[in-house]
């Protein structure tokens, strides 16, 4: 599991409406990833409708966000549309990354465990060195003190 100043673990990954990235290209840029359990939940709908209308004030501040789920890229596609998402989508069907990254744990709801992906938010610098990290995300003012932190970062 990463801790902050590591490096992030590297990734290529397909993201909504077509192509991939990685992050290995994104150096230079300081870069938020905020991982969410599934597309068109309440709370993941929530934070990322939030990030998609604070998209602007990250990319002033020269920060570019990535959402990450194990959902399909059609998955992110329809959620997308839906909801008129701006932020891109990343697809981590094999959980390799969510691994990497360790936010695929073991979750305990109503006594029924299950693995899943915790709601986690890593800020990553322009080395690609993580910068802060925020764990079991609760979604009401996280985007906010994400972007405060993300500008401090990026300077």
Known sequence: MPDIS?????????????GTVSLSDLRGSVVVLFFYPRDDTPGCTK?????????????????????????????HDKFVAKHGLTTPLLSDEDGTVCAAYGVWVEKNMYGKKSMGIERSTFLIDADGKIARIWRKVKVAGHVEEVLEAAGAVAG
């Open 6 to 18: 590591d490096t992030a673990p590297e990734f290529t990954l397909p993201r909504d409406g077509g």
């Open 47 to 75: 934070e990322s409708i939030g990030f998609s209308e604070h998209l602007q004030a990250f990319a002033d501040a020269g920060v570019q966000v990535f959402g990450l789920s194990r959902d399909t890229v059609a998955k």
